[in-house]
């Protein structure tokens, strides 16, 4: 057996095998290793990959003179890494800039591993420098992935577009011009490309927002603005998009919206303040979801479900959804829930992210919730225990649910809001008559609660599926219930770790 204790295995390496070793570190970390050995001295200029950082050189505790003189050093530095590669290929090229760096070299810099034919290209700007993307970015032939953040003005100066191998492009706090003509363009002229990423481009103030391309497989959009303002026109012409994710204010209209070949999508869609109650000539939805109507598996936000009572006319049938996700907030209301419920015909999943919602309005008014009669108040007639919705929904009574997943069970404030959710997910186990599933992520240290939670269960009267197993899941307890049956039932507590 050859004894490797004192062998120097990596300088046995390939040059190539050590340059691809390299490419995984900084730029300045992979220039540290020439003065490992004389073969290490030049390798740098075969380096694939560079990853170039100037807030590495930033050290204001230093004084602004040691401080100016780091950044320039930082300019000498890429300026020699770039001369020792010469005309080397360059595979990725990331570049982060933020103050005082000089814009005719970080363009010297793009020029260059454009001119040696980069495939990756990640730029980083600091915002607010006025500072232009080059035109000869949106004019390459080598590009599959393109990251740009901070640049304040993206396609303002760029006449022309052609990206023939690009496949990935994601924007994130960038400056586009204001009419989103140019945009749809670039987009409309990425004939492979099948990401796309766009996050705060600040899209509510054009004429017309459009996403127009056929190849485009996924898709996020999240402008997250504290704007109070709804988007004219928004609209997608994607027919092969597989996965779209969508947070935004609800647009005014979608003239367009073909997502034929969606298989996911993720919703947060919000209104302005001043949409409160339905309106027919405001923001509307009904286009939006009727394009993803075919969807198999979908997400909605709390403020989204509220859009659909909201901004929204009719809730399309959704022949084709298995899974539905409802991440739930107490400041919104669950009043399209039981119809959003009944058309989704074949649904096999429902996973509530928390179980908490918005009293109905008649319970707060003051007349309404002192009277005997109203048995949705507790004994002293000042917290509302009512249901999110009137009476039974026939959705829950004829849902064809089959799995119960509520995350973020008992995560409270009091506890009333505890008892709304066992409630709640009593309401479940006595209305839906398919449910062969029920797990409870309950995320508490206490083995109190969870005897709360077996005790409440183990007192139900009856269960509308005999066949249902209840699990309640906890990463943090070593609770175990002594009862060996919730009537015909199971009920676990398990301990493992949370989906994520």
């Not at 002229?189 to 990401?195: A, D, I």
């Not at 779209?244 to 298989?263: C, E, G, R």
Request: glycine share 4%; hydrophobic share 40%.
């Amino acid at each position: 057996m050859m004894d490797i204790g004192s062998k120097d295995l990596i300088s046995n390496l390939p040059d190539a095998l050590v340059c691809h070793i390299l490419s995984f570190l900084s730029t300045e970390d992979a220039a540290l290793t020439s003065v490992l050995a004389k073969r290490w001295r030049y390798l740098l200029a075969f380096v694939p990959n560079l990853d170039l950082d100037n807030a590495s050189y930033d050290h204001p505790e230093m004084g602004s003179q040691r401080s100016l003189h780091l950044r320039q050093s930082f300019n000498v530095f890429v300026d020699r890494v770039m001369a020792l590669q010469g005309k080397a290929p360059v595979n990725k090229f990331s570049l982060r800039c933020e103050d005082d760096y000089d814009p005719s070299r970080v363009n010297g810099w793009i020029f260059n591993v454009l001119e040696r034919g980069v495939v990756d290209l990640d730029l980083y700007i600091e915002p607010d420098s006025d500072y232009s993307l080059p035109s000869k970015v949106l004019m390459s032939k080598t590009l599959v992935r393109l990251k740009v953040e901070g640049v304040d003005n993206f396609t303002t100066h760029v006449g022309d577009f052609c990206l023939p191998r690009l496949k990935t492009l994601y924007l994130d706090d960038v400056g586009l011009e204001d009419t989103g003509a140019s945009f749809a363009k670039l987009i409309s002229v990425c004939h492979v490309l099948e990401e796309l990423v766009m996050i705060d481009v600040g899209w509510d103030f054009w004429d017309s927002c459009s996403v127009f391309n056929p190849s485009l497989k996924r898709l996020k959009i999240l402008c997250d603005s504290h704007i109070e303002m709804n988007p004219n026109s928004v609209s997608f012409d994607t027919p092969n998009l597989v996965f779209l994710d969508l947070t935004d204010k609800v647009a005014i209209k979608y003239p367009k919206a073909n997502f034929d070949s969606l298989v996911e999508a993720r919703l947060d869609l919000r209104t302005t303040l001043d949409q409160n109650e339905p309106a027919g000539d405001s923001a509307d939805a009904t286009d939006l979801f009727m394009g993803i109507r075919n969807v198999e598996i979908l997400s909605l936000s709390g403020a989204t479900v509220e859009v659909l009572t909201i901004c929204c006319k009719a809730i399309p049938v959704f022949n084709n959804l298995i899974q539905l996700t409802i991440e739930t907030d107490r400041k919104r209301g669950w009043e399209s829930l039981p119809n959003l419920l009944k058309n989704c015909p074949n649904l096999e999943t429902l996973v509530f992210q928390g179980l908490d919602y918005k009293d109905t309005d008649g319970c707060g008014d003051e007349g309404y919730k002192f009277k005997d009669t109203n048995i949705c108040c507790n004994q002293y007639g000042d917290i509302c225990m009512c249901k999110p919705w009137e009476g039974t929904p026939i959705c829950l009574t004829s849902s064809p649910v089959k799995v119960l997943k509520v995350l973020k069970f008992g995560e409270i404030t009091n506890f009333i809001d505890f008892e709304k959710q066992l409630l709640m997910i009593k309401y479940f186990l006595e209305t839906m008559p398919n449910l062969e599933q029920v797990i409870l992520y309950y995320d508490t240290p206490f083995d109190d609660d969870m005897s709360l939670v077996s005790t409440a269960l183990y007192m139900l009267e009856k269960v509308a599926s005999t066949k249902c197993k209840i699990q309640v899941v906890s990463d943090s307890t070593s609770y175990v219930h002594s009862a060996s049956a919730l009537f015909t039932t199971g009920l676990a507590f398990i301990k493992t770790t949370f989906p994520v």
